[in-house]
């Protein structure tokens, strides 16, 4: 009996205790985008949905200091501009999904809902990873943007950020050799997808052409003919290959 009690007592203090900390409210007070009736677990759905979707933490968006107690952030606050870019962020999504994306099928069948993570798959700043590597390239020039890639790559590989496949950093390449005073730059990063992927027949056709408009020939010959030892039945890469030869 005497045990019962002092449990029912160390109960009894923790709840009381739960009762101080932090709850999802149950009435929130500065709802502007999500419908009113959005409380309790609802919001909490919402919320988690909203860091997971932008791979950030609640302070993205609230006032608040990482590692402390829910109790003393402010939440209510609009101070930090992500958060009114998230209110933005969730009428537009509600727009799409209620006036654009319906009468979409001809059976009357419902469209497939866009929601955060359509666009952001856990990032911040939805950007393709070819986007990202120019935009530091522009910035800081070839080795920054080497760098990034590795670190990136650390970082997200295998996940649904951005996508290392083949054909990401031969994008890239395309977008810097554009402006043919970078073509240096460019054929980096081709050398970077070789390494990345040496059995990648693309990334030597791409080198050849690069070799091409700089009038190196013979440079564009040997590249195309690593392409089609790697891949010897693409018709393409054997025409390409004739029509530099007969020259
Ligand atoms: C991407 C930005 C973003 C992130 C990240 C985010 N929130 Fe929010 N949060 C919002 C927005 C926007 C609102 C207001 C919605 C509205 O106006 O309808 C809101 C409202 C709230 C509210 C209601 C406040 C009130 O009383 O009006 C709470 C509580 C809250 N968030 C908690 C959290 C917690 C906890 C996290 C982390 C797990 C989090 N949020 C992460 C954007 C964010
Ligand atoms: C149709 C694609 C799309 C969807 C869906 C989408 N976003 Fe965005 N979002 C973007 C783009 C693009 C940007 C970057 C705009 C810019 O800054 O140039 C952005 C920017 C943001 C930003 C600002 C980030 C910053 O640091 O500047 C926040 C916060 C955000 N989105 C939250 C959300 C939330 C929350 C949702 C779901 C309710 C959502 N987004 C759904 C495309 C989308």
Not at 38 to 61: H, I, N
Not at 185 to 207: C, D, G, Q, R, V
Not at 223 to 242: G, V
Request: glycine share 6%; net charge positive; with cysteine.
């Amino acid at each position: 009996m005497k045990h019962i009690l002092v449990v029912m007592v160390i109960f009894f203090a923790a709840d009381q205790l739960s009762a101080q900390q932090w709850k999802w409210p149950d009435q929130p007070k500065n709802l502007t985008a999500l419908p009113a009736s959005t409380a309790g677990k609802d919001l909490q759905r919402v919320m988690f949905g909203f860091t997971g979707s932008l791979g950030v933490r609640c302070t993205y968006c609230h006032v608040g200091e990482e590692g402390k107690d829910f109790k003393e952030f402010d939440f209510v606050s609009d101070a930090k501009p992500a958060k009114n870019k998230a209110r933005l962020m969730i009428k537009m999504v509600k727009n799409i999904n209620t006036q654009f994306l319906t009468n979409l099928h001809d059976d009357n069948s419902p469209a497939i809902q866009v929601n955060c993570q359509t666009c952001h798959r856990g990032n911040a700043l939805p950007i393709l990873l070819e986007d990202q590597l120019k935009k530091t390239f522009d910035k800081s020039g070839i080795d920054s943007t080497i760098k990034q890639y590795r670190a990136l790559r650390e970082q997200f590989y295998g996940g649904f950020t951005y996508n290392f496949k083949e054909g990401s950093l031969l994008r890239l390449a395309d977008k810097i050799s554009e402006d043919s005073t970078k073509m240096p730059a460019a054929i980096e990063i081709i050398k970077l997808n070789i390494e990345m992927y040496p059995s990648f027949a693309f990334s030597y056709t791409h080198l050849a052409s690069y070799f091409e408009d700089l009038g190196n020939k013979q440079g564009a010959i040997e590249n195309y003919q690593k392409a089609l030892s790697l891949n010897p039945k693409n018709e393409m890469i054997k025409r390409q290959l004739d029509k530099l030869q007969s020259k």
